[in-house]
């Protein structure tokens, strides 16, 4: 599996950036894809995830509100769009993608986000700067 994510830059605090991950090489299976930060000092954050088998999502509570994360099946992408920018949204932006398989049904969504990270599949990052 390979990931290019894409989009990031430098914006002032209000503003608006969509991060893009194309996604290439699957085997047929049913994944998740997410997006990670990490800002220098910060320990690294799950962002947000989308699930293939029903489309469902999760969104951290430090985004929710003001980050939306979709996909186009077509254009194999997933997209994470982000409002109302914050410096401390700043850092660099990370996919990444795991089989659903691997994530167990009754654990919670941060948990889920933790399987997503150890054992998943990580594209390069795109930074993102927002300034005061």
């Known amino acids: 599996v390979q990931l290019q994510a894409s989009g990031g830059g430098l914006v002032h605090t209000g503003g608006s950036l969509r991060l893009s991950c194309a996604a290439s090489g699957f085997t047929p299976d049913y994944y998740a894809i997410a997006w990670f930060r990490q800002a220098p000092g910060k320990e690294r954050e799950g962002v947000a995830c989308i699930y293939d088998t029903d489309g469902s999502t999760y969104h951290a509570d430090s985004v929710k509100g003001r980050f939306t994360i979709s996909r186009d099946n077509a254009k194999n992408t997933v997209y994470l769009q982000m409002n109302n920018l914050k410096p401390d949204d700043t850092g660099v932006y990370y996919c990444?993608?795991?089989?659903?398989?691997?994530?167990?049904?009754?654990?919670?969504?941060?948990?889920?986000?933790?399987?997503?990270?150890?054992?998943?599949?990580w594209g390069q990052g795109t930074l993102v700067t927002v300034s005061s």
């Open positions: 990444v993608t795991a089989r659903e398989s691997l994530i167990s049904a009754t654990i919670s969504q941060e948990e889920a986000m933790r399987v997503i990270a150890d054992f998943g599949s």
